[in-house]
């Protein structure tokens, strides 16, 4: 087999100068780069598996496709994942995908191709996003939170339907059977999950679904959206004496929503969140939510990410961190004052 | 002049080749690329620079280095740079510096010749990174928000200086004459500007500063540190009636640490933020702050910047974008309630 130092030897240069050549890590005179490639093409080295080899050591980015910057539940997986890529000597690039219908095969492959990246994390995607799995066969890849539903793609996430199931179960068990939601109008996995899990929880408590008590907010999970889905729950002839919202944020604003209409939380409606970020404790009432591992999810992601373009033996591939109801204030007995006395 | 077309027909190879070996933007055989290479060096097509030229039309990438996710500042001016650069067919890459401290000259070049970008922009430094002209002497740089205290560096910015004195003076006109200041203890410049408004507008109002009122949370504007800060001032034996903090989570941090001790805002104490954040309005009291255009300042970053990449004459180097002090809830007169009655 050519090795590098019998292309060193062919072209008249150091093995260093084939290697900044090959990684294209440094200023090559263009003579010296000419006689470098012609020395590689005429003696069949093997350039790309090199270049790639090679730049395996010389490259150490990590790419990261992250959606909406703004909300806090990304920060802190980001967060996790850029102190474990320091450690372990990586730089990180993070690239705004916008919304997940903004993925696609070509900017992935260009985005890895330009960064000659070692390795890459998606913090978000579509649950039909099947194209992804060809990509994964190719490069290094691990999902983060969002992942492809039933793709052999390594990810990374909570049990998003159990969470939502105990959510809604402890809901229940206030004595709320007439229990909203607000998910949002987006293609991820976890929002269809979530879902799901409120539909569990229903069952086994033995209580009809009814469609009127799903509300749709936007797909970024907006403030907003939260607010507006919330009005058409309270404002409607049978309203919910509690609602499950599959963010924070979301939750946020059914609680504002809720205060407009002279509602107070828990007192008047129980509400629930979903991701347990930062300012769920800025104000009361505090929110009783789902304490998602982010930091964690997003340090996991990488050491998950390192495993694979280290090709260890037994790297794992689907791993789910537990997550932990946190009861707050936001959350309380049905009692005659809620405002919901239809059940 | 040896043109592009003659190294093609030198190679036997199409121009489209060519490019793509100049640039690197695609897959070409060995024996090719070897060709192409050959030909560029016996023409003496110069490579460098058309590679360079041809890069800037093809990289398209621009890197942003950016401290602190967590921090929804950063994310609204993300979002502008993100939104502008976009539009003009360019890809951004962020990378996280953590801290100010992390920067320095050597990652920066190495960002930059490994992304091969076109240019950069930092969302934050400290006020004393001087090395950072000899940088931008080099490339394309603008700095957005924070920037050296006066190098020559393009930079966008609001008037910090004159945007707390605004708002201490509208402290002072509420009748608050005892007014803490919650700063940070980092070496950003707008952390510097901020404390010097703020006794700007005591000096107008001929009011005595007093160290004991100026209180330092963390680095990172944390909720907590704010909290801590917080405390300091508050259980003091003579509290200020009025706190203005350098930014808006440090003032909720000042308004739960205030709760905390049984002090209602803004009936004991009235308090006052910078940015204007999302959540500045998610609960009451509303917070009276600065409105930063973040996302402007995002936009106006990058349509900089490019106009720079772009070398177009008359390219702005030094922009302030107005502020605004929005009054809202938690500042308000000051009455015999207020705690502080030592004035």
Redesign the interface.
Known sequence: MVKIEDVARAAGVSVATVSRVLN?TGRVL??T??RV??A??RLSYE??LSARNLRKNE?R?I?ILAPN??N?Y???V??GI?DVS?NLGY??????T?DSDALDESLVES?F????ADGMITLACNRDDRWLESYASRYPLVQCSEYVEGAQIPHISVDNRAAARDTVSHLVSLGHRRIGIVTSANRYLSSADRLRGYRDALEEAGIDPDDSLVAYASADYS?ASGKQAARTLLEAADPPSAVFCVSDILA?GVI?AAGKLGLQVPWDLSVAGFDDV??TT???PYLTTVAVPCYELGRGSMLMLYDHIQQKPGAQSEVYLPHKIVLRESAAQKTDRTRSNTD
Chains 1, 2 share one sequence.
């Open positions: 294209e263009p003579d780069e000419a490639r012609e590689v093409a350039p790309n490259s980015i790419l910057f703004s806090p990304y920060s802190n980001l967060a850029c320091r730089s990180t690039l993070i690239y705004n916008y985005l191709q330009k960064n000659r403030f946020l504002a930062d300012y800025m104000f009361h």
